[in-house]
């Protein structure tokens, strides 16, 4: 399985940028879909974010959609959630995670791997 590190975390004013990124372990990185979730105090954890693993597609909540980004650079082993214009209701934990597919990562159908979490903190 693929071992996920999440950095990039933090405390930023409403309106403002964090880029956060999943650092992958260097075995077959290329071969996993990769996805972004978060976990607000007492809610059920949410898919944010998804992309294949070419990158050439990618699936967003509608809460972010048009204010986040999600990339991959499969040379670094290494995924990206750009996050823009944020809002206090985008404070959570978020998680990177790797699986089979994209779409199913978008559903939480199939997710294979967790990274340990980064807190992400947007005060008004």
């Known amino acids: 399985q693929v071992q996920l590190v999440e950095s990039g975390g933090g405390l930023v004013q409403a309106g403002g940028s964090l880029r956060l990124s999943c650092a992958a372990s260097?075995?077959?990185?290329?071969?996993?879909?990769m996805g972004w979730f978060r976990q607000a105090p007492g809610k059920e954890r949410e898919f944010v974010a998804a992309?294949?693993?070419?990158?050439?597609?990618?699936y967003y909540a509608d809460s972010v959609k048009g204010r986040f980004t999600i990339s991959r650079d499969n040379a670094k082993n290494t995924v990206y959630l750009q996050m823009n214009s944020l809002k206090p209701e985008d404070t959570a934990v978020y998680y990177c995670?790797?699986?089979?597919?994209?779409?199913?990562?978008?559903?939480?159908?199939?997710?294979?791997?967790w990274g340990q979490g980064t807190q992400v903190t947007v005060s008004s």
């Open positions: 995670a790797a699986g089979a597919f994209a779409y199913n990562l978008s559903t939480m159908t199939t997710v294979g791997s």
């Open positions: 260097g075995r077959t990185f290329s071969t996993y879909a």
């Open positions: 992309i294949t693993r070419s990158g050439s597609t990618t």
